[in-house]
């Protein structure tokens, strides 16, 4: 009895069919199944191979999956049929096995159910292994919403493929500051030292909050003496803040702007610190993300002349219909793209009436200056390249993929400054979401190291109308 008992009991470890649609997300999925199974349809290799040709990141993503595969079945040709073990190819990541379609598989479908479609002859594959296999736990790993649908409806188990999100719920990502307890002082007061440098007041606390406190996380303290400060060290229960410059009073204006709330204080500190390389402002529509980032641009490289020139560049995803093909050099083609960039200089470049740039024509000369230290440049010819003290901007980086940001961000040289703006509820490419985003995956991997920094920016400052837009609509 106990024998047989043994051989009913399923394994396990699942049976995962994966979607073309997987593969081409993400070319490493094979490897990304830990000690499950993996069965590839003969439908999915024959979409790889319809999908392989252009330039394209789905195209390139296709080739290097079907290369990868190349590799996995090339090391184990005569034992396909009892499955390719994936642990020597894969470096240890995963334990499971990889099966190929070796024989035609004739499911039948409910009639209503084309069975001429790609999406449905992968269906009927998980249909059959499911009848055929009732000792195993067979799953269909898909992107395509409508098909995880489809297969739900014909009885079957799907899933999403989650192993590319960086979150879950986007509410858990790291906003950047946070607020200390009104009782922080005195849990965390007890032997605190405390001492000036350089204009700056410094606090070294000991307390348990320390423990959860990242290197550059601004911390603020509402009340009768409110304190804004940086966590410049931490080491276990102890951690050092450093007091912030207030850039909200007229004397310390950054190119005649000053801080409207307390999380733009926060990102001119971040974006006027030499020793942050890499600054994520986050946030909605009229948060001031743009304007206070060109203005610390503005001031570091006309005024205090700390890098030589400023580039901006933007992922090109029109919100409507394209608008076709565009004549002129790199930077025609990009001015259209690059009306943030014009309404911002706007305002930065001061009014007329004021007289504080010698009327039109100190205000004309001072745009003509601004024009020769701002570079606008695509992102299709970034690769390849290095930037030496520039201030590179990368605008609307939520429409961006995490291999993208990478490219980007690695092109940053010594003594260069990169600053990755966007809003992850406003993302216009198809295949991204707000858990995937290459905006979300830089805000998480980058928090705690000690020359970057993030803001989440809370509050619109743009007009009346335009916040109470984003609220309602």
């Not at 002129?328 to 007289?355: S, Y």
């Not at 990755?420 to 830089?442: F, K, M, R, W």
Request: charged share 25%; with cysteine; proline share 4%.
């Amino acid at each position: 009895m106990v024998t047989r008992k043994k051989e009913v009991t399923p394994p396990s470890t699942k049976l995962f069919v994966l979607d073309t649609n997987v593969l081409m997300h993400d070319p490493t999925s094979l490897f990304r199944f830990e000690e499950h199974d993996i069965f590839v349809p003969m439908m999915t290799l024959e979409e790889l191979d319809n999908n392989k040709k252009g330039m394209s990141e789905v195209s390139r993503n296709a080739r290097q999956a079907s290369r990868t595969m190349d590799d996995v079945v090339s090391t184990c040709e005569h034992h396909i049929e009892q499955g390719i073990p994936l642990a020597e190819p894969s470096r240890g990541q995963a334990s499971g096995r990889l099966f190929l379609q070796t024989q035609a598989i004739n499911a039948t479908l409910p009639a209503s159910v084309p069975t001429a479609k790609a999406d449905n002859l992968i269906l009927s594959v998980v249909m059959f292994l499911t009848e055929l296999r009732k000792d195993r736990h067979v799953i269909l790993v898909s992107k395509d919403i409508n098909m995880r649908i489809k297969a739900r409806a014909l009885g079957l188990e799907a899933q999403d493929y989650f192993n590319d999100k960086v979150l879950e719920d986007t509410d858990l990502l790291y906003t950047g500051m946070r607020e200390l307890p009104a009782d922080f002082w005195d849990t965390h007061g007890k032997d605190m030292e405390s001492w000036k440098e350089a204009g700056r007041t410094y606090y070294k606390v000991r307390g348990p909050l320390c423990n959860e406190l990242l290197v550059n996380e601004l911390v603020y303290q509402e009340g009768d003496k409110p304190l804004y400060a940086i966590v410049k060290q931490k080491d276990g229960p102890v951690a050092v803040f450093e007091s912030l410059i207030d850039y909200a009073h007229q004397k310390n204006n950054v190119w005649g702007i000053v801080a409207r709330n307390r999380e733009q204080n926060f990102a001119l500190n971040l974006l006027m610190n030499p020793e942050i390389d890499f600054v994520s402002l986050l946030g909605q529509a009229g948060t001031g993300k743009t304007l206070l980032t060109l203005a610390a641009a503005l001031t570091q490289v006309l005024e205090t002349k700390r890098y030589a020139e400023i580039i901006m560049t933007r992922v090109t995803v029109p919100v409507g219909e394209d608008i076709g093909f565009l004549p002129g050099t790199e930077e025609e083609k990009m001015a259209p793209w690059m009306g943030a960039l014009e309404d911002n200089l706007e305002v930065l470049n001061g009014n007329p009436d004021d007289g504080g740039y010698g009327g039109e024509w100190g205000r004309q000369t001072t745009r003509d200056l601004i024009r020769t230290r701002i570079k606008v440049k695509s992102l299709n010819f970034m690769r390849g390249r290095t930037f030496l003290n520039k201030f590179l901007i990368i605008d609307e980086a939520q429409n961006l993929t995490s291999k993208q940001m990478k490219t980007l961000i690695t092109r940053a040289g010594p003594g260069t400054k990169v600053v990755c703006l966007g809003n992850i509820a406003q993302i216009d490419t198809p295949y991204l979401t707000e858990g995937n985003s290459g905006l979300t995956y830089v805000v998480d991997r980058f928090k705690g190291w000690e020359h970057s920094g993030h803001i989440t920016l809370q509050r619109g400052e743009r007009s009346r109308l335009a916040d109470y837009a984003a609220e309602i609509l």
